[in-house]
Structures are given as structure tokens and as C-alpha cells.
């Protein structure tokens, strides 16, 4: 059965203290995998799209990298503005037809100042 | 500016009614769909639309109807065959985001039974 698990569930972190978040998976055949932010009572906001294993994108404090079974969210120096839940997704080969996405529960960052 | 607008942001459902939850957008996008978000759960989904005047049930589609009629509007109808209805319900569009690609979503409706 297709998977994605999200760990850890929760993380709370100082001000400029740097981490990562992990998303592992299990699909058949990986079409894409995605990462959203989402704030409280917010939908999700899109961050990265990844394809192929070794592939990195970067966007201001973030950078998402792919291997064949999980993908990390790095968080350089994180400020209190980055505490959101980050979602992770996958699109798998299957359903490239319908473009369905398979989501993680997420992991809640909280970062201190 | 693109993108999708879901209203109402509240909804209050009385037991035993249908309520309509919108979802409006304007990416030009062909495929929309619906999700469900439980606390702890990942999103689910519940139908999605590939082209106008079809759509396909997801996981979780029992107790719950849509329709597209045009390709900017996907309404969801919540039935009162839904016996747990209490959630967060997300629209989203793919397609061509600047510079990527993937999933937009509203900003989210939230449904309580009252």
C-alpha cells in the first residue's frame, strides 16, 4: 500500500537553530514529491516540487532534497516566522492519469525566538 | 491575482441538512478536487474533476456530491447521509505554478455540526 509518513511529528527549535524534517515513502513508481507549508486555518502553501532522486531546490531558509526513499527538509536558522506545519506529499506513477496526491500527517515545527 | 477562492471560511451544518461548501478559480487549471483534514490525519480525498461535466469519487466520497458545470467552479455538497461531517475542507487545482508546478489550494472552509 502507498505510504508516506512524516517524522517528527512535532519539532520545537531556538531561533537559528538549524534541522531537518523527514518524509519517507513507499510507492510503486514516484511521479513527484511535494512539499506544502500550512499554516493554522490556512490551506496549504505550495514549497518544492521534486522528481528524481538527487535532486535539491532551495527557497530562502528551506532546501528540499530526494533520494529513492525519502525526501528531508532542511530549515537553515530557522526564525519564529518559519513555525508552520510542513506537509509532505507524493504523486505516484499509477496515478499520473489523475494527479492524486498521497499526504503525510506533517510535522509541527514551532521555532522559539 | 490567480487563484482559488473557497467560501464560506465558516459553516455551521444543523444535523440532518445538506450544506454547499464553493471553490472558484480563476488558473485556468482543468483538474480540481477536494480534500478532507482531521487533526492527525494526512488530507484525503474526497472527488476530484479532470474536465468539465466529469468527476470521480476518491477515498472518502460517501455522503458527499459535486458537480462541475464550468471549469472555474467545483462545489462540494455535504449530504446529510455524512454522519461525521466536523472538518476542514480543502479545494485545490494543478497545474503550472511560477517557476514549478503543483498543487494550489483555497484557504479552507471549516464545517461544524451544530
Known amino acids: 500500500e502507498d505510504q508516506v509518513t512524516q517524522s517528527p511529528e512535532a519539532l520545537r527549535l531556538q531561533e537559528g537553530e538549524s534541522s531537518s524534517l523527514n518524509c519517507s515513502y513507499t510507492?510503486?513508481?514516484?511521479?513527484?514529491l511535494f512539499w506544502y507549508r500550512q499554516d493554522p486555518g490556512k490551506g496549504p502553501e505550495f514549497l518544492f516540487t521534486?522528481?528524481?532522486a538527487g535532486e535539491e531546490k532551495e527557497k530562502e531558509r528551506l532546501k528540499a532534497t530526494l533520494t529513492k526513499k525519502e525526501s528531508f527538509l532542511h530549515i537553515t536558522a530557522p526564525k519564529p516566522e518559519d513555525s508552520a506545519t510542513y506537509l509532505c506529499?507524493?504523486?505516484?506513477?499509477?496515478?499520473?492519469?489523475?494527479?492524486?496526491?498521497?499526504f503525510g500527517t506533517g510535522t509541527l515545527l514551532a521555532v522559539q525566538p | 491575482d490567480g487563484g482559488i477562492t473557497q467560501s464560506p471560511k465558516y459553516l455551521f451544518r444543523k444535523e440532518g441538512q445538506n450544506v454547499t461548501l464553493s471553490c472558484e478559480q480563476n488558473?485556468?487549471?482543468?483538474?480540481m478536487y477536494w480534500y478532507r483534514q482531521d487533526p492527525g490525519q494526512g488530507l484525503r480525498l474526497i472527488y476530484y474533476?479532470?474536465?468539465?461535466?466529469?468527476?470521480q469519487k476518491g477515498d472518502i466520497a460517501e455522503g458527499y456530491s459535486v458537480s462541475r458545470e464550468k471549469k472555474e467552479s467545483f462545489p462540494l455538497t455535504v449530504t446529510s447521509a455524512q454522519k461525521n461531517p466536523t472538518a476542514f475542507y480543502l479545494c485545490?487545482?494543478?497545474?503550472?505554478?511560477?517557476?514549478?508546478?503543483?498543487?494550489?489550494f483555497g484557504s479552507g472552509t471549516r464545517l461544524t455540526v451544530v
Open positions: 506529499a507524493v504523486q505516484e506513477g499509477d496515478q499520473g492519469a489523475t494527479n492524486k496526491l498521497i
Open positions: 488558473l485556468n487549471h482543468d483538474a
Open positions: 485545490a487545482s494543478i497545474g503550472e505554478i511560477p517557476g514549478s508546478y503543483g498543487y494550489t
Open positions: 474533476s479532470q474536465i468539465v461535466n466529469d468527476f
Open positions: 510507492v510503486s513508481g514516484l511521479r513527484g
Open positions: 521534486l522528481y528524481s
